[in-house]
């Protein structure tokens, strides 16, 4: 069950998302065996653009939850951890080590960058795995959208 924090910073990532021009965005996006994985990632967030740019987020509300066994994929162009401004002090606390991640604060209303991400280079076969988690997730939010009763 998601927590009211893990929504709040959802719709927030969806509305930043939207004022970008030539970006789109779908929440909960499953791919597959990316990078020859045992099974499925299943990414909190994707963005992509017309110029092909794929960014992955990872919302995680509590410093448990990070810490948890639960997998951070990160398996976009660019990758990010979207986390409150409570977790970003304990992330900082315990020198928790992103790599090449970037890290963005949701302060209660935006999202702020606190470190950006670098570029990795995504192989065109995983690139199309990430489009395909991209194109079912939209399927099945369409699907949810125009089968609700009125």
Do not use: P, W
């Amino acid at each position: 069950m998601k927590t009211q924090q893990t929504i709040e910073i959802e719709r927030a990532l969806v509305r930043r998302t939207q004022e970008k021009v030539g970006c789109y965005g779908v929440l909960e996006v499953t791919i597959g065996h990316i990078a020859g994985g045992k099974g499925y990632d299943r990414c909190d967030y994707v963005e992509f653009d017309t110029a092909g740019l794929i960014t992955c987020y990872e919302v995680k509300v509590t410093l448990s939850d990070l810490m948890s066994n639960n997998k951070l994929s990160y398996v976009g162009d660019k990758n990010y951890l979207v986390v409150t401004g409570e977790l970003a002090d304990k992330i900082e606390e315990i020198n928790y080590n992103l790599g090449g991640t970037g890290l963005i604060i949701f302060n209660g209303e935006n999202l702020v960058l606190r470190k950006k991400s670098s570029k990795k280079v995504v192989g065109i076969g995983e690139k199309a795995e990430l489009l395909e988690g991209i194109a079912k997730a939209a399927c099945r939010d369409a699907s949810k959208y125009y089968l609700v009763e009125d």
